[in-house]
């Protein structure tokens, strides 16, 4: 039996090929029917086997190497837009053709292949170096591509990190944004309440100090209506008398002239008092009004001496007991200023109250021969500013108090007794309120001065 | 004649005091002074000291209070008659009238004065004057 043993290396060759054509061009994924036609490369080859018993088949192993080549060429062609694949198509040309050409001066010339060996010996070495080469150069490529690929993959795997980790930043942020706002909306609600309390307690301070004058009112207003009821009585006897006078045979024309001139005086006073009475109400009243913050023109004077006599009062009605010289100097060039006269009586009722308290204080520990003593004078500066200057000859403030007077809610005085807001809110009303300042000069157990500067 | 000394700070005092005691002071009653301090009343007392009989103040003043006045009187004048003295405030509290009783007060009325229950007082006075 004569079998062409030579068409098992071919065979051979091509299960190799085929296998090696796979994994360089990753065929299962790329071309996937002709991968599993690839799967049959030996059959032409154990056909071509199996026929060859019998006859002549000495150059069907080079056919069949030629088919092999075909088929990988078909290939590669097939995969051109791979690089390593035209890569091979190039690697493998020239040794195609090499063996094309010697399969068919083998075939029908053999003469010409013995006179030519050595040019078929040395074209088949550069065929042979040429495949070497290129394919080197293909799989080159090929890894090449695949650590392109490679970084691609990693490059896409950062870049979905990334954006997960971006999503994730950007989910972290909305929270964070959310808890801000919310924040926000809380630290808003709870300044909007701030801001309320404020004005309560403002308010509050406001009527406070109101309680603390009712009692001064009244005596203030009891005055002028006591005037105005003993006036009233008293004029009614002199029109008594009058009338009698003129029923009398002998009337007195002086006396009833005098007593018509009384009357004339009377009605007057009882004018006078009633408005003097009617005056303190709307002081009244107006100190307790919210404040409009409307600045109208203000007799700083009569102001001063309004709230001088309110508080004066206003302590004599809890200390009966006590009594104070006051001395008043008015300085007429102040005039009239343009002011919030509630806030400005508010501070004014506010350092006078203080005052009458500081001389009490130091009264009730001197006793006999200390005199107290308040004083308010106004004046207009030389630059044109207005100054009040309110003193006292009380217990006088000691350093350390002196910085936190102005401070709210800051009180030396017993629970119950001050808000603490009194020199706080004055403060506040003479600077921002006013543009001026308010600065305090003392010593202890010797007085105190507050001077008011307002601009002119 | 009965030499009275009003002592207040609100000068319509006096006017108020001339018309209600007007028929009094014509006919010689009474004679009526008057001082808006009682500093002032002290001063005028030191020029007048033995004429004037009763003395009506006021407690509340600014400077010298009544009660004040009240004590200088008491140790200026202890001699015999000492000058009849008549308290008079807004605040009728206890604790003024009882201080003004200690300090040597006559008497102590409340504003506003009752004019007609004053007139009686002084009526009362009058016999213990003659």
């Known amino acids: 039996m004569d079998v062409n043993t030579s068409l098992v290396i071919p065979i051979g060759l091509s299960l190799v090929a085929v296998r090696w054509l796979r994994q360089l061009l990753d065929l299962p994924t790329r071309l996937p029917r002709l991968n599993r036609l690839l799967d049959w490369i030996w059959a032409p ?139 926000t909306q809380e630290l808003q609600h709870a300044l909007d309440e701030l801001k309320i309390t404020q004005d309560q307690l403002i308010q509050s301070e406001k009527m406070a100090s109101l309680g603390e004058l009712t009692a001064g009112i009244a005596h203030e207003i009891q005055n002028p209506l006591n005037f105005v009821t003993n006036f009233s009585d008293v004029s009614a006897e002199l029109v008594q008398e009058l009338l009698e006078e003129q029923q009398r045979p002998d009337r007195d024309p002086d006396l009833e002239a005098e007593l018509l001139q009384d009357l004339k005086q009377n009605l007057e006073k009882i004018h006078h008092h009633g408005q003097r009475a009617a005056s303190i109400v709307r002081g009244m009243l107006e100190h307790s009004r919210q404040s409009t913050g409307e600045r109208q023109p203000t007799d700083l004077n009569q102001l001063a001496d309004e709230y001088l006599r309110l508080a004066y009062h206003g302590l004599r009605a809890k200390n009966k007991a006590f009594n104070a010289t006051i ?15 509630q806030d400005l009586g508010r501070v004014l009722l506010n350092l006078f109250t203080n005052a009458f308290y500081a001389v009490q204080k130091r009264q009730e520990a001197a006793g006999a021969g200390f005199v107290p003593t308040v004083s308010v004078a106004t004046r207009r500066n030389a630059q044109g500013d207005i100054e009040i200057r309110v003193q006292d000859n009380g217990t006088g403030i000691p350093e350390d108090v002196r910085q936190k007077i102005f401070q709210p809610f800051f009180t030396t005085k017993p629970t119950g007794e001050g808000t603490g807001l009194g020199l706080s809110l004055s403060y506040d009303i003479v600077t921002k309120g006013h543009g001026g300042t308010i600065e305090v000069e003392s010593a202890a157990g010797q007085g105190t001065e507050f001077i008011i500067t307002l601009p002119a | 004649m009965m030499k009275i000394l009003v002592v ?66 008491r140790e200026e004048y202890p001699a015999p008659p000492p000058p009849q003295v008549m308290m008079i405030t807004a605040y009728g509290d206890q604790e003024s009238h009882d201080q003004a009783l200690r300090l040597g007060a006559n008497d102590f009325l409340t504003k506003p004065v009752d004019f007609a229950a004053l007139k009686a007082k002084l009526a009362a006075m009058e016999p213990h004057e003659n």
């Open chain 1, 45 to 183: 080859g154990v056909a071509l086997l199996a026929l060859s018993v019998g006859w002549d088949s000495h150059l069907l192993d080079e056919v069949y190497q030629l088919f092999i080549f075909g088929v990988v060429l078909y290939v590669l062609l097939r995969c051109q837009d791979h690089r390593p694949a035209r890569t091979l198509v190039l690697a493998l040309a020239p040794f195609v053709a090499y063996s094309l050409v010697e399969l068919l001066v083998a075939a029908f010339g053999k003469s010409l292949l013995k006179s030519y060996d050595d040019v078929f010996e040395t074209s088949q070495g550069f065929t042979i170096i040429w495949l070497v080469t290129f394919v080197l150069i293909a799989r080159n490529q090929k890894k090449h591509l695949e650590r392109e690929r490679l970084e691609r993959e990693k490059e896409a795997e950062d870049k979905r990190r990334i954006e997960a980790e971006n999503s994730q930043l950007e989910r972290m942020v909305a929270e964070r944004t959310a808890t801000l706002t919310q924040q």
């Open chain 2, 8 to 73: 207040d700070d609100e000068a319509d005092v006096r006017t108020l005091f001339e018309q209600r005691f007007r028929r009094e002071i014509r006919s010689g009653q009474f004679a009526f002074s008057f001082a808006y301090s009682g500093e002032e009343a002290l001063d005028y007392l030191h020029a007048h000291a033995s004429e004037v009989v009763l003395i009506l103040s006021d407690i509340n003043m600014p400077g010298m209070s009544g009660l004040e006045l009240l004590r200088h009187i």
């Open chain 1, 327 to 341: 001395t008043t100097f008015f300085d007429p060039a102040v005039g009239s200023i343009e002011a919030v006269s």
